[in-house]
T-cell receptor, first 111, second 113 residues
Framework: SQQGEEDPQALSIQEGENATMNCSYK?????LQWYRQNSGRGLVHLIL???NEREKHSGRLRVTLDTSKKSSSLLITASRAADTASYFC???????????WGAGTKLIIKP | DGGITQSPKYLFRKEGQNVTLSCEQN?????MYWYRQDPGQGLRLIYY???????QKGDIAEGYSVSREKKESFPLTVTSAQKNPTAFYLC????????????FGPGTRLTVL
């Protein structure tokens, strides 16, 4: 099945800087979700944005959705060491209620 | 505390053996899922279940089997027919089937020796 694409594959920044990662998808969607995964652990849901929304905030997280470009971005402001993790997007492009997952962006926050 | 538990955390198997991975949730969710994660890749769906006594194949069901006899439990058996079973296995649940927020367990890392 198709898979979403995220870029960059890896991102290393200094603590306190902002981190931006992107997700692209192929067909029309109703919603897009972002998840975080700490190394060797399960995923944690961060935010869901619907196709009729352009921007959504949750704490230091800001997600945008551009349906004309079939892309979404996740911005983490004022990064902290605890933000070091892999970040995945998932869309409802799949059939039979299957989420389609991106390959993830690995974020490293340097102290 | 509500959540999803998976056991064991690490599992080693000899070639030719079947192994069963446990997944239990106390969130009262109807839908449960099993995913496989390989290094540098996204999640791939193995099986999912919408309600008790019902389950459907995902994209990579070959070599795997599941059961859903109780709402709380969704065990995954990795059979000897699975050619490359070494991977990280994640169980998840959601309130109902659909493109909703999914809650994940901590995962089981299976290594075939």
């Amino acid at each position: 099945s198709q898979q979403g694409e995220e870029d960059p594959q890896a991102l290393s920044i200094q603590e306190g800087e902002n981190a931006t990662m992107n997700c692209s998808y192929k067909t029309s969607i109703n919603n897009l979700q972002w998840y975080r995964q700490n190394s060797g652990r399960g995923l944690v849901h961060l935010i869901l944005i619907r196709s009729n929304e352009r921007e959504k905030h949750s704490g230091r997280l800001r997600v945008t959705l551009d349906t004309s470009k079939k892309s979404s971005s996740l911005l983490i402001t004022a990064s902290r060491a605890a933000d070091t993790a892999s970040y995945f997007c998932a869309t409802d492009e799949g059939s039979n209620y299957q989420l389609i997952w991106g390959a993830g962006t690995k974020l490293i926050i340097k102290p | 505390d509500g959540g999803i538990t998976q056991s064991p955390k690490y599992l080693f198997r000899k070639e030719g053996q079947n192994v069963t991975l446990s997944c239990e949730q106390n969130l009262n969710h109807d839908a449960m899922y099993w995913y496989r994660q390989d290094p540098g890749q996204g999640l791939r769906l193995i099986y999912y279940s919408q309600i008790v006594n019902d389950f459907q194949k995902g994209d990579i069901a070959e070599g795997y089997s599941v059961s859903r006899e109780k709402k709380e439990s969704f065990p995954l058996t990795v059979t000897s027919a699975q050619k490359n079973p070494t991977a990280f296995y994640l169980c998840a649940s959601s309130i109902v089937t659909g493109y909703n927020e999914q809650f994940f367990g901590p995962g089981t890392r299976l290594t075939v020796l």
